[in-house]
Each structure stands twice: as structure tokens, then as C-alpha cells.
């Protein structure tokens, strides 16, 4: 419910499914056991086994790289901590995948707003910077701020007019890093018309 409400690629109905499929291979893998055990020497952990390296190919298919960021890393760790849960749920171990549940809902509910916290703690600023519309300009601005320890961590171009362009830029600086230092820097680059930090 709540990788729906913030309109990522897998959904409550997904999470679902890997829930319930994990569930039935685990206990698809006792029940093998114990129908078979007499005639054969059976690891009824196998099949479990197949379902935390397959689930991968699945939570792939929820990371997408925009731009210079990666979006969809949590998606991807929550399909497959449910279908962790859901082996659980299928082995019997119930105290242990309530548990867990619990601890995935405070993690996806709750660390997020502690985690927007942590960054702004951390220096992360917004930065608007016009420039010419003419291409290597941003790359200039990625080697500037670089040189100056400056972290990129989203980035996005608007359009200003036929000439120029904005850049708005998401940086994780230093600490002790000078702000006004930074901008004086950022406008010494050719081709820039003005830098300043908004609010995000």
C-alpha cells in the first residue's frame, strides 16, 4: 500500500502475489518431503532456496536509472523481503514473519520522513543555475562542483527561452562547505547567467 501511494512500479496486489507464491513454494517443499521422504533423500529447503535467487529477475524489473539517479532500490528490497516472509509463513515460522512484517511497515512508512530529515541534516541544497542552451554546459558544471568535493544527486533542465536554460540541481555538499563560495565558483564557468540555492 504504501509503494502504491507514492506511485511506484509494484503495487499492493504485487506484493501480494509474491507473498502468497513464496508461501506456496515453501510449503509445496515440506509437503514434498513429507510425501517422499521414504522413497528419497529430499532437501525440502531447495525450492524456498530457488525463490530468493529468482526473485531478483522481479525486483529488476522495479529499478529505473533517471538521469543521474536510480529510482525503484526500496521496491526492489521489499518484494524481496516479502517473499522472505512469505517462506517464513510457508516453513511454519510464524513469530518470525510477524515480526518482520511489523519491521517492513515501520521501515516503509515511518524511515522515510526520518531519512528526507537525515539528508537535509546532511547539507543536502537545491541549486538553480541559467545557463546557455548549448551542449557541454552541464557538464562543466558536474566537473566544477566535483573539483570542490560537491556530490550530484538529481538534476533536472528547464527551459528558460530560445538561449538559455535552468538547471536545477540537488547537491550534497561537505561539510563545512561555503555556500556563497560555491555559487561564486559555479559563475565563473563560461556560459553561465546566474546561480542561486532555492528552496526545495
Not at 12 to 21: A, E, K, N, S
Not at 76 to 86: D, K, L, Q, T
Not at 94 to 112: D, E, H, K, N, P
Request: charge should be positive; hydrophobic fraction near 45%; aromatic fraction near 8%.
Amino acid at each position: 500500500m504504501e509503494r502504491e501511494s507514492v506511485n511506484r512500479p509494484a503495487g499492493l496486489r504485487t506484493h501480494i502475489l509474491v507473498c502468497m507464491g513464496s508461501t506456496l513454494v515453501m510449503l509445496t517443499g515440506i509437503f514434498m518431503f513429507n510425501q517422499y521422504s521414504s522413497f528419497s533423500d529430499l532437501d525440502p529447503t531447495r525450492l524456498g532456496a530457488q525463490v530468493v535467487s529468482g526473485i531478483g529477475f522481479l525486483g529488476a524489473g522495479t529499478i529505473l536509472r533517471e538521469g543521474l539517479t536510480v529510482k525503484g532500490l526500496t521496491t526492489a528490497a521489499s518484494i524481496w523481503g516479502v517473499a522472505c516472509i512469505g517462506l517464513a509463513v510457508g516453513s511454519g515460522f510464524y513469530l518470525g514473519s510477524i515480526v518482520a512484517t511489523v519491521l517492513v511497515f515501520i521501515i516503509l512508512f515511518f524511515f522515510s520522513k526520518f531519512e528526507k530529515y537525515v539528508s537535509k541534516r546532511h547539507n543536502e541544497v537545491y541549486f538553480k543555475i541559467i545557463t546557455l542552451n548549448q551542449p557541454g554546459q552541464v557538464g562543466k558544471i558536474g566537473t566544477e562542483l566535483g573539483k570542490m568535493n560537491v556530490s550530484i544527486v538529481n538534476i533536472k533542465l528547464e527551459t528558460v527561452d530560445d538561449a538559455l536554460v535552468a538547471v536545477i540541481l540537488v547537491a550534497k555538499l561537505p561539510r563545512k562547505s561555503c555556500i556563497p563560495e560555491i555559487i561564486d565558483r559555479i559563475l565563473c564557468i563560461e556560459g553561465i547567467n546566474g546561480a542561486q540555492v532555492i528552496e526545495s
